[in-house]
């Protein structure tokens, strides 16, 4: 694969290349989105990870929820989402997020939350109430969700599948050499052991995860990562390029061009995912419904 155009930690950061430029968020149906939002009191890690693709998907009408309040009790040197005193989690919330996505009119809705080591079940429960909530407002709707590592409690995996999500999504972000330095409070292995849990526990309902590219990683451990991510049984895999929110923040370390993505899509496909979402913009959750629809329809 041809390589990407790489910075060391010493150096000063490279340009940002002319396919990383996006336009900023603004218009009608954009403001529209945002505002149900607002009045919903509701989080969206759209908003809290600064998410590049907001003016597409917020124009689109679509959005991610964040459950479990707007803070989290983890530091990853590569999320933009705030820490804090820990709030109690808010049992009006699942009713909420079921009203605003049937205001937005979604047929296809993702939800996460930030990480709650601080509750006993990880919010799990929380989560379930979610799915519900959203399907009794929606009956005919499909729901991802997009779950922490609940510390490898199984019985809060369980709690979720319970719920009968669609598609059951964690992120394992990175290849395992930089977990010390990026995710210092996750581990690779219960990350890989959850998405192995809940394609065991629930066969019919698909599992995906995500990495992002730029943080550091080389070749040979993406596609390590991938190989051990498919022996999960994992389905479906998102690969985007890593942008740094804030100076503080993991710096880039590549800029992997859509060449190079596209060849990362053709490679997981190889290697027996159902289906590979792979771009200098792709998010977890970016596209979900359309991704989520060519699984499905081969299932
Ligand atoms: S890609 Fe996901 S997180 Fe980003 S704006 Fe779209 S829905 Fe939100």
Same mark, same amino acid.
């Given at each position: ?43 969206? $890690?759209?908003?809290?990870? @600064?998410?590049?693709?907001? *003016?597409?998907?917020?124009?689109? /009408? ?39 996505? +049937? ?24 989560? &379930?109430?979610?799915?519900? +909530? ?10 991802? $969700?997009?779950?922490?590592? *609940?510390?490898?409690?199984? @019985? ?6 319970? =719920? ?6 964690? @992120?394992?972000?990175?290849? !395992?050499?930089?977990? %010390? ?5 996750? %581990? ?7 998405? &192995?849990?809940?394609?065991?526990? =629930? ?24 190989? %051990? ?7 479906? $895999? ?10 503080? /923040?993991?710096? $880039? ?22 289906? &590979?979402?792979?771009? !200098? ?8 419904? %359309? ?9």
């Amino acid at each position: 694969m041809a390589s990407s155009r790489a910075t060391s930690s010493k150096q000063k950061p490279v340009k940002k290349p002319d396919w990383l430029k996006r336009r900023l968020p603004s218009g009608p149906a954009y403001e529209q989105t945002r505002r149900l939002i607002k009045n919903g009191c509701l989080h969206t $890690v759209c908003q809290e990870a @600064n998410c590049p693709n907001m *003016f597409e998907c917020f124009s689109k /009408h679509t959005a991610t929820f964040l459950i479990l309040g707007g803070l989290c009790t983890r530091k990853c040197a590569f999320c933009n989402v705030q820490h804090g005193p820990k709030e109690l989690p808010d049992p009006r919330e699942p009713t909420r997020v079921a009203q605003a996505a +049937a205001q937005m009119k979604l047929n296809y809705i993702v939800i996460t939350s930030v990480t709650r080591d601080d509750l006993p079940d990880g919010g799990a429960g929380l989560f &379930a109430e979610t799915i519900r +909530a959203t399907r009794e407002k929606l009956p005919g709707s499909r729901i991802e $969700v997009l779950i922490p590592d *609940f510390q490898g409690n199984r @019985n809060a995996l369980q709690t979720v599948l319970d =719920a009968r999500p669609d598609v059951l999504n964690h @992120n394992i972000e990175t290849v !395992p050499r930089l977990y %010390d330095s990026v995710r210092p409070q996750a %581990d690779y292995r219960r990350s890989l052991t959850l998405l &192995a849990d809940s394609a065991r526990i =629930a066969p019919d309902i698909p599992t995906k995860s995500g990495l992002m590219l730029g943080l550091g990683e080389t070749e040979p451990e993406i596609e390590q990562s991938l190989q %051990d991510l498919r022996k999960t049984g994992c389905r479906i $895999v998102t690969m985007g390029q890593y942008l740094q929110p804030t100076a503080k /923040h993991h710096p $880039v370390k590549q800029y992997v061009s859509p060449e190079q993505f596209e060849q990362w899509h053709r490679k997981a496909i190889e290697i027996g995912f159902s289906e &590979a979402s792979c771009g !200098p913009f792709v998010r977890s959750s970016y596209e979900a419904k %359309d991704t989520y629809s060519k699984v499905a329809s081969i299932r």
